[in-house]
Structure formats: structure tokens, C-alpha cells
């Protein structure tokens, strides 16, 4: 069997960590020949919303739109345990002021954005920015405050920027210290089982190999890391490729559940009967 897959990931250091064992040949891909797609992680929910790729990483809050078409894996999940997105801002403000605010936002199918809606609890004036241009689009007075992920969360400082909350810490504090669900991996239902499966264990074997080999999968990390040295790249890896991205583990999958669960109840996604993963 030789059949051609389509795996989209965000081109940043930690999907490139999960991802070096395949893309690399460093893992059996089951006869299937894996080509990567490479693109920000809202252009991913938007494709997906398509159905155009076979295997991809998307946010969870994507995901509630997904369901019909997409099952998702077990493993790869990105989930800030304690920490998470951040807003910024170039001045200190409440979370009160915040709302009355213009916020650039990374898209608005990103979990960051569901997650800012329930902490803000009301609605707000938003501008949807590349999430690699929001630090600056802050500093220049484009925007009042940002929504920054990816290694803007280490980065916002070098800005002149202030941390005005943490999403990962406010939701941690909400629900007993459960992890921020942020993104995922899903793969297409039409595949079939048996493909499913198989994808997912490649998956699951290619971020074990990172794990296990660690310093290998951080040097092939690093050239997607964007005005990060070394140290800082290690952290970002390490805040978002752990234990939690080899299996959600009961407290990532109730994390899940709660997270898309508020999210309907906010009426922001549609409800899902029953989260089901593929093991």
C-alpha cells in the first residue's frame, strides 16, 4: 500500500517538535506517504471546515464545527497546564476596561478566542490580525490590547507590552487546575477506521520519538521558532509538547468537554452529543 496523506500542522516549534519523527523518517508511516502542509493554525480551521485535508492540527474550538466530517486523535494535543494564551496590552488595565477595548485577535476560530469570550463573559469589539503581527499591531496603536499565542506569549515584553491576564491561569483557577484546551489532531472520517487508527498511532509514534529524543527533535525545532534562541524554544516546547500531547489522559479529555460544553452553553459553538476520540 502507498497512499499519499495530506498532514497540515502550524509551521512553529512545538507542531515541528511532534511532527520531526515523520518528517524526518524516523518512524514506520504504515506505507503511507505523508506530505506536509505547513500553514497558520486558523488557515488549518478553515480548510478543515472544507474538508480538505486528511489529517491536520486544528484548535478545539474549531473542532465543535468539525464534528461531522472529523474524528479526533487521542494524541497531539496542545493545552496551556497553568499558563495559556495572554492579553496584552500597552498599558496595565482591568479586565473590566478590556471589554470596552478593540482586541486583536489571531481568527476567530481559534481556542484562544472562545477562551477570551468566556472570560470576558459579554461581547467586545475585536480585529482579526495574523497572530505573528499582533505584538506589533499593539505596540503602533493599530489595536487597544492583543490576544497573543504562540511564542508571542514569551516574546510580548520585548514589545514594551504588559501582561494583562493569563487564559491558561484563569481557566486552571476556574475548573480545579485542569489544563486550557487549545489544539489538536484530527483525521477525516472517511477514511475508515482501520486508516484512522493507523494515522493516529503514526501521529502518536512520531511525538513519543520527539520525547524520547529529545535534543534531536528541539535542533529541527528550532528553525521554525521565530526570534527565539535556544532556551526560549526549549520552553515553548516544553509548555506545549508533554505528557498531554502523547494522550489527553482523563484530565485533558474533561478539559475538552467542559471547555466545548461552556462554549455552547455561551452560545458561541453548537452543542456536541458525546466527545468520542480516536485510539
Same mark, same amino acid.
Given at each position: 500500500?502507498?497512499?499519499?496523506?495530506?498532514?497540515?500542522?502550524?509551521?512553529?516549534?512545538?507542531?515541528?517538535?511532534?511532527?520531526?519523527?515523520?518528517?524526518?523518517?524516523?518512524?514506520?508511516?504504515?506505507?503511507?506517504?505523508?506530505?506536509?502542509?505547513?500553514?497558520?493554525?486558523?488557515?488549518?480551521?478553515?480548510?478543515?471546515?472544507?474538508?480538505?485535508?486528511?489529517?491536520?492540527?486544528?484548535?478545539?474550538?474549531?473542532?465543535?464545527?468539525?464534528?461531522?466530517?472529523?474524528?479526533?486523535?487521542?494524541?497531539?494535543?496542545?493545552?496551556?497546564?497553568?499558563?495559556?494564551?495572554?492579553?496584552?496590552?500597552?498599558?496595565?488595565?482591568? +479586565?473590566?476596561?478590556?471589554?470596552?477595548?478593540?482586541?486583536?485577535? +489571531?481568527?476567530?476560530?481559534?481556542?484562544?478566542?472562545?477562551?477570551?469570550?468566556?472570560?470576558?463573559?459579554?461581547?467586545?469589539?475585536?480585529?482579526?490580525?495574523?497572530?505573528?503581527?499582533?505584538?506589533?499591531?499593539?505596540?503602533?496603536?493599530?489595536?487597544?490590547?492583543?490576544?497573543?499565542?504562540?511564542?508571542?506569549?514569551?516574546?510580548?515584553?520585548?514589545?514594551?507590552?504588559?501582561?494583562?491576564?493569563?487564559?491558561?491561569?484563569?481557566?486552571?483557577?476556574?475548573?480545579?487546575?485542569?489544563?486550557? +484546551?487549545?489544539?489538536?489532531?484530527?483525521?477525516?472520517?472517511?477514511?475508515?477506521?482501520?486508516?484512522?487508527?493507523?494515522?493516529?498511532?503514526?501521529?502518536?509514534?512520531?511525538?513519543?520519538?520527539?520525547?524520547?529524543?529529545?535534543?534531536?527533535?528541539?535542533?529541527?525545532?528550532?528553525?521554525?521558532?521565530?526570534?527565539?534562541?535556544?532556551?526560549?524554544?526549549?520552553?515553548?516546547?516544553?509548555?506545549?509538547?508533554?505528557?498531554?500531547?502523547?494522550?489527553?489522559?482523563?484530565?485533558?479529555?474533561?478539559?475538552?468537554?467542559?471547555?466545548?460544553?461552556?462554549?455552547?452553553?455561551?452560545?458561541?459553538?453548537? +452543542?456536541?452529543?458525546?466527545?468520542?476520540?480516536?485510539?
Amino acid at each position: 500500500m502507498n497512499r499519499r496523506i495530506t498532514v497540515g500542522h502550524s509551521p512553529d516549534p512545538d507542531d515541528a517538535f511532534m511532527f520531526h519523527g515523520i518528517a524526518c523518517g524516523k518512524v514506520d508511516t504504515a506505507g503511507f506517504t505523508i506530505e506536509q502542509l505547513l500553514e497558520d493554525i486558523e488557515s488549518l480551521n478553515r480548510r478543515c471546515m472544507e474538508g480538505e485535508i486528511e489529517v491536520s492540527a486544528v484548535s478545539i474550538h474549531a473542532y465543535a464545527h468539525l464534528t461531522g466530517n472529523y474524528a479526533l486523535m487521542h494524541c497531539g494535543a496542545s493545552m496551556g497546564d497553568g499558563y495559556g494564551p495572554r492579553i496584552v496590552a500597552r498599558q496595565p488595565v482591568s +479586565p473590566a476596561d478590556l471589554a470596552k477595548m478593540t482586541i486583536a485577535i +489571531p481568527g476567530t476560530l481559534t481556542s484562544a478566542f472562545l477562551a477570551l469570550q468566556l472570560y470576558l463573559g459579554k461581547p467586545f469589539e475585536y480585529r482579526v490580525v495574523p497572530f505573528d503581527r499582533i505584538l506589533e499591531t499593539v505596540r503602533d496603536g493599530e489595536a487597544d490590547a492583543g490576544l497573543v499565542i504562540h511564542e508571542g506569549q514569551l516574546t510580548y515584553g520585548d514589545f514594551g507590552l504588559s501582561l494583562i491576564g493569563d487564559l491558561g491561569v484563569w481557566w486552571g483557577e476556574q475548573h480545579d487546575g485542569l489544563p486550557l +484546551p487549545l489544539g489538536g489532531n484530527v483525521v477525516r472520517k472517511d477514511l475508515g477506521e482501520e486508516t484512522m487508527r493507523t494515522l493516529t498511532r503514526v501521529l502518536r509514534d512520531s511525538i513519543t520519538y520527539g520525547l524520547d529524543h529529545r535534543k534531536e527533535a528541539l535542533d529541527y525545532a528550532i528553525g521554525f521558532g521565530r526570534g527565539l534562541d535556544r532556551d526560549l524554544n526549549d520552553e515553548f516546547v516544553g509548555m506545549y509538547v508533554n505528557d498531554l500531547t502523547r494522550d489527553y489522559g482523563k484530565r485533558g479529555r474533561r478539559s475538552i468537554e467542559l471547555f466545548l460544553a461552556e462554549g455552547a452553553a455561551a452560545g458561541l459553538v453548537p +452543542p456536541i452529543d458525546g466527545l468520542k476520540f480516536v485510539d
